[in-house]
């Protein structure tokens, strides 16, 4: 297991509630959430983007981009795909 480090930071309490809820919705804990800020922030070398919370029809959208694009050479190619499917 590596090491690990401890780190205390101090913050406004609603700040830090606000915080927690929104990490929840995401399926996080603060902690993880941190962990994955500084993760990001040393691949980027630099300040991450900004995540937010995705409405059910942003997640399917993303989920729509990522699969996989067919290619078809003309509208017969095509169309025979598409009767495949």
Do not use: C, W, Y
């Amino acid at each position: 297991m590596a090491a690990t480090a401890r780190i205390q930071v101090r913050t406004d309490a609603q700040l830090k509630a606000k915080a927690d809820r929104l990490f929840h919705d995401l399926g996080l804990d603060t902690g993880t959430a941190i962990n994955m800020f500084l993760a990001q922030a040393v691949a980027d070398e630099g300040l991450p983007f900004r995540p937010s919370r995705l409405t059910p029809f942003d997640r399917s959208v993303l989920e729509t981009e990522s699969e996989p694009v067919l290619h078809g050479g003309t509208a017969e190619d095509m169309k025979a795909i598409i009767a495949r499917v």
